[in-house]
T-cell receptor, first 111, second 117 residues
Framework: AQSVTQLGSHVSVSEGALVLLRCNYSSSVPPYLFWYVQYPNQGLQLLLK??????LVKGINGFEAEFKKSETSFHLTKPSAHMSDAAEYFC?????????FGSGTQLTVLP | DAGVIQSPRHEVTEMGQEVTLRCKPISGHNSLFWYRQTMMRGLELLIYFNNNVPIDDSGMPEDRFSAKMPNASFSTLKIQPSEPRDSAVYFC???????????????FGPGTRLTVT
């Protein structure tokens, strides 16, 4: 069964610093992987997705993620954090018939 | 496009009462999903529909929960009778998915915050 693990329920970075949110998945077949962002009192919004092809995926708001099959990872990065990036981030993964969300990582950006 | 529309945004009810949550998916989307989000359990997929037909309801917690999709533009999630442990934020999402696959981008509504006292 597909499972998605997000390491660190809370991450704090300074404004302008690198953002790194970790996600690992388990799967016996090539997965579909997503990163979603949730702002307070709102629904989830897709940041980026990996299905096939290029392993480095660029998304909205300057975020990107790299699919590393050997490490079963799909970590989310952004070179320079902005105050507006403060939100909860969810990694999700699965196959055509199963989709699992990670437990979420709350990102705090310090001035 | 107006996005996924959910109503009500907030619902407070007493234990034992019936609760009905409503969702209007994005026009043209053929898959609809109901999720529940709590601090303890995170985001859980309850049920999803493809072309108005329920595909997988294995996430529905118990018989008190039921969902319908009478047409492509409307779905309901009903809880009867409601219990305090049902308190959560319920999200509806839709996607344009080939064959009902889950590998496509989902668009989420703003959610309904349900409080059962």
């Amino acid at each position: 069964a597909q499972s998605v693990t997000q390491l660190g329920s809370h991450v704090s970075v300074s404004e302008g610093a690198l953002v790194l949110l970790r996600c690992n998945y388990s799967s016996s077949v090539p997965p579909y992987l997503f990163w979603y962002v949730q702002y307070p009192n709102q629904g989830l919004q897709l940041l980026l997705k990996y299905t096939t092809g290029a392993t480095l995926v660029k998304g909205i708001n300057g975020f990107e993620a790299e699919f590393k099959k050997s490490e079963t990872s799909f970590h989310l990065t952004k070179p320079s954090a902005h105050m507006s990036d403060a939100a909860e981030y969810f990694c999700a993964g699965g196959s055509a018939r199963q989709l699992t969300f990670g437990s979420g990582t709350q990102l705090t950006v310090l001035p | 496009d107006a996005g996924v529309i959910q109503s009500p945004r907030h619902e407070v009810t007493e234990m034992g009462q019936e609760v009905t949550l409503r969702c209007k998916p994005i026009s043209g989307h053929n898959s609809l999903f109901w999720y529940r989000q709590t601090m303890m359990r995170g985001l859980e997929l309850l049920i999803y529909f493809n072309n108005n037909v329920p595909i997988d309801d294995s996430g529905m917690p118990e018989d008190r929960f039921s969902a319908k999709m009478p047409n492509a533009s409307f779905s309901t999630l009903k809880i009867q009778p409601s219990e305090p442990r049902d308190s959560a934020v319920y999200f509806c999402a839709s996607s344009l998915a080939s064959g009902g696959r889950l590998s496509y981008e989902q668009y989420f509504g703003p959610g309904t915050r349900l409080t059962v006292t």
